[in-house]
């Protein structure tokens, strides 16, 4: 009964703990920093608040304090995940409590405390403000981890004045699209493996045509390309038989994704409840060791090779990798840690981009037609594209765009307000948790009319002054925190959407279902798309 009653109360009262992949959701305890209060702003949380509630402390004016802000009440939110569950519908969630409680409110998840904002303003707002080494979440239990077993931080988990070294070091290399597109060679020849296996998976099927699950083959393709720019290497995951060591990252991967479901549940379970329910954790350390032994192997190899051709008098020239060991700009450990968090961000994120992708190509086969004829048109029916092919194709960027404004694999995402923000009307001080909820402000019309529609033209630019960018859409973030893998996975998409409808038409099948999207962290399709890739004449 004690434990009990002490579980009840964690669950009840607001506590720091740990974060997702990204940021979603991590808790974050309301720091008061009371000298900027205004008068009558009360910084801390009272429980659920009610819509319209009067101003703290009577006054008619001034920003009003979290107490006033609306949002699900505890046990109902604690009964939406665990009952109903909620982890799989958290995009829903935020449409959902969006309706109910407005575009800004506050939720606690067991001892988390979250305001989240869905108004593309307010994001615009909170993300403008930011200095010059933004928090996205508390990532304690990665801290932890890290600790436990002596490694460095890398750029999701680190943050202050290591973040920013790190960050300014591997922004020089891949954060521009000129930086990447010197990849183009190497992601082509990935290409050209992914398209020799969809012939031979389109020879094992019934109707020759049809593949049974294209999220597992994108998940390949995207694997075996980032880790050809991250590590300079290939893996063979595209082949008939993937490497053992592969075969062996593959798994904690996949233990790490289906972590994320069971650390945001241990996100909710206070430490010292960890020997009465040791399963998340010890899996958490044990899918991180993998992900590190893994990069570690691929790192040592390349940087054997570099010694080799340096004791040789030979001059070494070469991508990311060979340019973090010869620059010396960080340490090995920070290297490890860098190369396996990019490995972990850039994988899944665009896969699953690729994979709905795929799939809203085969629903939309009027999109398709004129995407494809933009190809032959500009590129040609034959010719293998780089980098440099992209802008002639502005239909393939603006389908990326909306691919991932239907679908954005991080449907939400965090920040830790760095002082006190008055956002919305409401005071939110230094050090609260705020999770910017993307997916649900794409899918508002004033945002993005007839913002359920798949239109990828809506993204086009109708003359040089104009703007398309939107913050109703940002699914790679925004601002000196933003997705630094950014480029690399918009040239891996991009190259591959050309080739591909250049190979195929890309057709649904007697067995392709309507998938409903699902998170787990991540915006997963909710099962195996199938589609057919049938010959081009
Ligand atoms: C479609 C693919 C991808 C999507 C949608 C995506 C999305 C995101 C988002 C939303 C963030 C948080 C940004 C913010 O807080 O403002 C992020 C951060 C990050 N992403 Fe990506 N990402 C993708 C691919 C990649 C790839 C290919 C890599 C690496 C090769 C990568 C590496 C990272 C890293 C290291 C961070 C943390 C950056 C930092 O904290 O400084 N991502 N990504």
């Not at 932890?144 to 591997?170: C, F, H, N, P, T």
């Not at 920040?415 to 919305?424: K, N, P, S, Y």
Request: charged share 25%.
């Amino acid at each position: 009964m004690a434990l009990l009653a002490r579980i009840l109360r964690a669950w009840l009262r607001p506590v720091p703990e740990q974060g997702g992949l990204l940021g979603g959701g991590a808790p974050r305890r309301p720091q008061p920093s009371g000298a900027r209060l205004p008068a009558g702003a009360r910084a801390e949380d009272n429980g659920a608040g009610r819509p319209g509630a009067q101003p703290a402390g009577g006054q008619a004016e001034g920003p009003r304090s979290l107490a006033a802000m609306p949002g699900p009440r505890t046990l109902a939110n604690l009964a939406e995940f665990f009952c109903r569950d909620g982890f799989s519908r958290i995009h829903e969630i935020q449409q959902k409590h969006t309706r109910e409680y407005g575009k800004i409110f506050k939720s606690h998840f067991g001892p988390q405390f979250v305001v989240s904002i869905a108004d593309r303003d307010m994001v615009a707002q909170v993300l403008r403000a930011e200095g010059a080494a933004p928090q996205r979440a508390n990532m304690e239990s990665w801290r932890e981890y890290r600790d436990l077993r002596g490694r460095a931080a890398g750029l999701i988990s680190a943050e202050g004045e290591q973040w920013l070294k790190m960050r300014s070091v591997l922004r020089q290399r891949i954060l521009k699209p000129k930086d990447v597109a010197i990849y183009s060679g190497e992601v082509n020849q990935v290409i050209n493996d992914l398209i020799k296996r969809i012939y031979l998976l389109r020879s094992q099927a019934e109707d020759g045509e049809t593949v049974t699950n294209v999220n597992d083959l994108f998940f390949k393709y995207s694997m075996e390309g980032v880790a050809t720019i991250l590590y300079e290497s290939r893996l063979g995951c595209l082949e008939n038989n993937v490497p053992q060591l592969t075969v062996e990252y593959i798994e904690a991967l996949e233990l790490m994704f289906s972590m994320f479901k069971t650390s945001m549940y241990a996100g909710a379970i206070p430490r010292w409840l960890r020997p009465f329910i040791p399963k998340p954790w010890r899996e958490f350390c044990r899918s991180w060791d993998g992900l590190f032994k893994f990069s570690q192997i691929h790192v040592d190899n390349k940087l054997r090779d570099i010694q080799y051709q340096m004791d040789r008098g030979q001059r070494v020239s070469g991508g990311l990798l060979t340019y973090l060991f010869l620059s010396q700009a960080l340490t090995l450990q920070e290297i490890y840690a860098n190369v396996t968090e990019m490995l972990l961000a850039g994988v899944d994120t665009t896969s699953f981009t690729l994979s709905w992708t795929v799939y809203l190509l085969a629903r939309h086969p009027e999109v398709q037609q004129t995407v494809y004829q933009e190809i032959v048109r500009n590129l040609g029916e034959r010719h293998v594209p780089t980098a440099a092919d992209v802008p002639k194709v502005p239909l393939v960027r603006a389908l990326l765009k909306e691919t991932l404004r239907l679908f954005p694999v991080l449907p939400g995402n965090g920040r830790v307000t760095q002082e006190d923000l008055v956002i919305g009307g409401y005071l939110i001080p230094k050090g609260t948790q705020l999770a910017l909820c993307h997916y649900a402000t794409s899918y508002q019309d004033e945002n993005f009319p007839r913002a359920k529609e798949f239109r990828p033209e809506r993204w086009l630019r109708k003359g040089d002054l104009d703007r398309v960018d939107n913050f109703g859409s940002i699914p790679f973030g925004h601002g000196v925190r933003s997705c630094i893998g950014r480029r690399i996975a918009e040239l891996e998409i991009h190259l591959v959407v050309i080739q591909l409808l250049q190979h195929f038409e890309i057709k649904t099948s007697s067995q392709t279902k309507a998938v409903h999207a699902k998170t787990h962290g991540l915006l997963t399709p909710g099962g195996p798309i199938h589609v057919r890739f049938v010959n081009r004449k």
